[in-house]
T-cell receptor, first 113, second 115 residues
Framework: GAGVSQTPSNKVTEKGKYVELRCDPI?????LYWYRQSLGQGPEFLIY????????DSGLPNDRFFAVRPEGSVSTLKIQRTERGDSAVYLC???????????FGPGTRLTVL | AQSVTQLGSHVSVSEGALVLLRCNYS??????LFWYVQYPNQGLQLLLK??????LVKGINGFEAEFKKSETSFHLTKPSAHMSDAAEYFC?????????????FGSGTQLTVLP
């Protein structure tokens, strides 16, 4: 079956611009996670959705970062006034109900010039 | 709070040799533990998981890991390395606490397999 998909695969933007990153989870998965992976590091948690609501957004680094999941399926990570330090691979994962196993998408590589 | 330490950011082995990637965790409650593999420009693929059942866990591609509570370790092994095993490996811990459900990852170990 189809896995987690993320678009775009690569995004290059200029400092100060606004970007949106999209995640399509596996059908039927109720939990959705966003992580950020900087070069040479492991992924770091950003936000977790259970259904439509953000159950835990403690990993968002500041108020320039925001994520939504309005219909409990597709999620969009939004970054305002991008900074060079936001350059990283943004990973999305989803989990079926009652499972701790997370299925990861291929990621979006964001480069802020 | 939970944490994961992976000893050795780079490990090199010869093809056919034993692979041993080390992972130690810190957790105040019984953890669930995972090993993921990441190939260049790809997402994370689950290798295996420990979920409080058997302490010796077998995964895909001939990998296995043993949960040792007394040592707070979850080291990954494979008896005989193959060239296709060259990738980056991440150990992760998952703890359900309140609304928290996220994985906490180690910094990764890059495995090189020499011919």
């Amino acid at each position: 079956g189809a896995g987690v998909s993320q678009t775009p695969s690569n995004k290059v933007t200029e400092k100060g611009k606004y970007v949106e990153l999209r995640c399509d989870p596996i059908s039927g998965h109720t939990a959705l996670y966003w992580y950020r992976q900087s070069l040479g590091q492991g992924p770091e948690f950003l936000i977790y959705f259970q259904g439509t609501g953000a159950a835990d957004d403690s990993g968002l680094p500041n108020d320039r970062f925001f994520a939504v999941r309005p219909e409990g399926s597709v999620s969009t990570l939004k970054i305002q006034r991008t900074e060079r330090g936001d350059s990283a691979v943004y990973l999305c994962a989803s989990s079926p109900p009652g499972s701790r196993e997370q299925f990861f998408g291929p990621g979006t590589r964001l480069t802020v010039l | 709070a939970q944490s994961v330490t992976q000893l050795g950011s780079h490990v090199s082995v010869s093809e056919g040799a034993l692979v041993l990637l080390r992972c130690n965790y810190s957790s105040s409650v019984p953890p669930y533990l995972f090993w993921y593999v990441q190939y260049p420009n790809q997402g994370l693929q689950l290798l295996l998981k420990y979920t409080s059942a058997a302490t010796l866990v077998k995964g895909i591609n001939g990998f296995e890991a043993e949960f040792k509570k007394s040592e707070t370790s979850f080291h990954l092994t494979k008896p005989s390395a193959h060239m296709s095993d060259a990738a980056e490996y991440f150990c992760a811990v998952s703890i359900y606490s309140g609304s928290a459900r996220q994985l906490t990852f180690g910094s990764g170990t890059q495995l090189t397999v020499l011919p």
